[in-house]
């Protein structure tokens, strides 16, 4: 089962920062918070991934609290093609572990 | 990142017939890949595991014999949907993981639709 919560959908201006906030307050110290996001009808897309550190690709940033029960991801400067549902999931780092999404965020990004 | 592909992108069959679909991995060798389901409007739902060469894991409520996973080498696992039926129509999905990495890549997905 699914051990993050995300709001069902969020609005963003383009060209602004989209912050999509997930919850996983029962998080185990070895899970790995992942973000994929899948636009409409193709396969999810891989984001970024961290433990306990900030992370930032060329993509996006992931800001995990201290305490690990939440994270945020940030599109700096959102486009209309950021328009997807986004997945925030918590997994243990061996190959073969399953993901089990939740119910994702729906962000669309507003011209 | 690493490239998986989906084979077909959509199919429409008739009811009772068996559909086969095909998931590879391109550049990498997946020693594990998932298969999902995806309703519209839902979240994908995680059907199965299978690790090359061995029997797949089922997830809780997916009939094995309906749902054929074979995962015979370490770029190639099958998905063959047995006596379909309308209700089986959905956006199949499967994704690779494996290699240096335990990112898991997804494929572009199967439209099935049952007539």
């Known amino acids: 089962d699914a051990k993050t919560t995300q709001p069902p959908s969020m609005d963003c201006a383009e060209g602004r920062a989209a912050n999509l906030p997930c919850n996983h307050s029962?998080?185990?110290?070895?899970?790995?918070v992942y973000w994929y996001r899948q636009i409409h009808s193709q396969g999810p897309q891989y984001i970024i991934h961290g433990l306990k550190n900030n992370e930032t690709n060329e993509m996006a940033s992931l800001i995990i609290t201290e305490d690990r029960k939440s994270s945020t991801l940030i599109l700096p400067h959102a486009t209309l093609r950021d328009t997807a549902v986004y997945y925030c999931i918590v997994r243990p780092p061996n190959t073969g572990n399953q993901f089990y999404f939740g119910t994702g965020t729906s962000l669309t990004v507003i011209p | 990142g690493a490239v998986v592909s989906q084979h077909p992108s959509r199919v429409i069959c008739k009811s009772g017939t068996s559909v086969k679909i095909e998931c590879r991995s391109l550049d990498f060798q997946a020693t594990t890949m998932f298969w999902y389901r995806q309703f519209p409007k839902q979240s994908l739902m995680l059907m199965a595991t299978?690790?090359?060469?061995?029997?797949?894991?089922?997830e809780q409520g997916v009939e094995k014999d309906k749902f054929l996973i074979n995962h015979a080498s370490l770029t190639l696992s099958t998905l063959t949907v047995t006596s379909a039926h309308p209700e089986d129509s959905s956006f199949y999905i499967c994704?690779?993981?494996?290699?240096?990495?335990?990112?898991?890549?997804f494929g572009p997905g199967t439209r099935l639709t049952v007539l």
């Open positions: 299978s690790n090359e060469g061995s029997k797949a894991t089922y």
């Open positions: 994704s690779a993981s494996g290699g240096a990495t335990n990112e898991q890549f």
């Open positions: 029962t998080i185990s110290g070895n899970e790995y």
